[in-house]
């Protein structure tokens, strides 16, 4: 496929076209990882509670522990004090479960913006730049064998006042053969894909 226009003119609007939609993505997923960044910065209190609930469960175990070794009553308040280390393990599973709950609005967050962002290009951009390209290869396949096609196309695509300006019945002209308007009409239609006429017309 040609993706480029031969004349200059065209080629710069192209490439300037690619650009803007590249920069385009490029700024869509800047700023969706700044997003994630910012949704994952609060993870920060949950990651408090799990060092709280980790320090409560490690207090609690230590207490256990040493009230093990109390004679007569030591295993009743080991008992007694290991509800403090459930309760620690409660808070850090809480925090987290907030910390996967916070990444994954994050991952999301991001993913949509991407989405979002890249549609104008996904829905107008990419198949402007393949029809024009489908477009291209036809028209060079036959500017140096078939005038009569080309011809053909211009009296389709192009305005009625620039069909004009070749002949004054540009279709009537194109039915009886004429040369040089079906070889002025190619011309047109190569022109206006941005690609350059033959030096010698196809018969």
């Given at each position: 496929m040609r993706f480029y226009a031969e004349r200059p003119a065209r080629l710069a609007r192209q490439l300037l076209a690619d650009v803007v939609a590249v920069g385009w993505l490029v700024l869509c997923v800047v700023v969706a990882r700044a997003a994630h960044d910012?949704?994952?910065?609060?993870?920060?209190?949950?990651?408090?509670?799990?060092?709280?609930?980790?320090?409560?469960?490690?207090?609690?175990?230590?207490?256990?522990?040493?009230?093990?070794?109390?004679?007569?009553?030591?295993?009743?308040?080991?008992?007694?004090?290991?509800?403090?280390?459930?309760?620690?393990?409660?808070?850090a599973a809480a925090g987290r479960e907030q910390i996967e709950t916070i990444s994954a609005v994050a991952l999301g967050t991001a993913a949509g913006i991407v989405l979002v962002g890249a549609l104008p290009v996904l829905l107008v951009w990419l198949p402007l730049r393949v029809r024009y390209a489908r477009a291209a290869r036809s028209a060079i396949a036959v500017r140096t064998v078939?005038?009569?096609?080309?011809?053909?196309?211009?009296?389709?695509?192009?305005?009625?006042?620039?069909?004009?300006?070749?002949?004054?019945?540009?279709?009537?002209?194109?039915?009886?053969?004429?040369?040089?308007?079906?070889?002025?009409?190619?011309?047109?239609?190569?022109?206006?894909?941005?690609?350059?006429?033959?030096?010698?017309?196809?018969?």
């Amino acid at each position: 496929m040609r993706f480029y226009a031969e004349r200059p003119a065209r080629l710069a609007r192209q490439l300037l076209a690619d650009v803007v939609a590249v920069g385009w993505l490029v700024l869509c997923v800047v700023v969706a990882r700044a997003a994630h960044d910012l949704v994952l910065q609060l993870q920060a209190p949950a990651r408090t509670l799990v060092d709280a609930g980790s320090a409560i469960r490690g207090a609690f175990d230590d207490a256990a522990r040493t009230a093990d070794g109390v004679p007569l009553v030591g295993d009743d308040l080991a008992r007694a004090l290991g509800t403090g280390t459930g309760a620690g393990d409660s808070l850090a599973a809480a925090g987290r479960e907030q910390i996967e709950t916070i990444s994954a609005v994050a991952l999301g967050t991001a993913a949509g913006i991407v989405l979002v962002g890249a549609l104008p290009v996904l829905l107008v951009w990419l198949p402007l730049r393949v029809r024009y390209a489908r477009a291209a290869r036809s028209a060079i396949a036959v500017r140096t064998v078939d005038s009569d096609l080309l011809a053909l196309r211009a009296i389709t695509n192009l305005p009625v006042r620039r069909l004009l300006a070749v002949s004054p019945d540009p279709a009537a002209a194109w039915r009886r053969d004429d040369r040089d308007v079906v070889h002025a009409l190619a011309a047109l239609e190569l022109r206006r894909l941005g690609l350059r006429t033959p030096r010698t017309p196809p018969d």
